[in-house]
């Protein structure tokens, strides 16, 4: 009887102590083709600037291998993920590395 009493008290706390939230671990990973994506809307002199440094970064062959190794490391889920920090109007800090779910990890910073 006791026992019965305990888990169901057991039962109702976690119950509460949940409130509704789902399991994280059955929400879906959701699939990234690529980290950067330009909105067609806004369309200005910055956005074409970082556009312009985005595809002379995927050149760089230091960047290619980091996107293989992400790609190959995420089961072909993400790739290369890139922070940009405009420090003056002509100078930016880009920060390029792997943006996984907990934590940005940068490999290289390029100036």
Do not use: W
């Not at 939230?21 to 950067?36: D, E, G, I």
């Not at 230091?62 to 790609?71: G, P």
Request: proline share 3%; hydrophobic share 35%; charged share 20%.
């Amino acid at each position: 009887m006791i026992q019965k009493l305990i888990s169901i008290l057991t039962y109702l706390l976690v119950a509460i102590a949940c409130n509704g939230q789902s399991n994280p671990k059955t929400n879906k990973v959701q699939k990234k083709s690529s980290s950067y994506i330009a909105n067609p809307n806004r369309i200005t002199s910055d956005s074409i600037t970082e556009e312009k440094i985005y595809d002379s970064l995927f050149k760089l062959p230091e960047v290619q291998t980091l996107q293989r190794r992400i790609d190959s490391m995420t089961s072909h889920r993400h790739g290369v993920s890139f922070m940009l920090d405009n420090i003056l109007d002509s100078i930016y800090v880009i920060n390029t590395g792997y943006n996984g779910e907990l934590r940005f990890e940068n490999d290289f910073t390029f100036y």
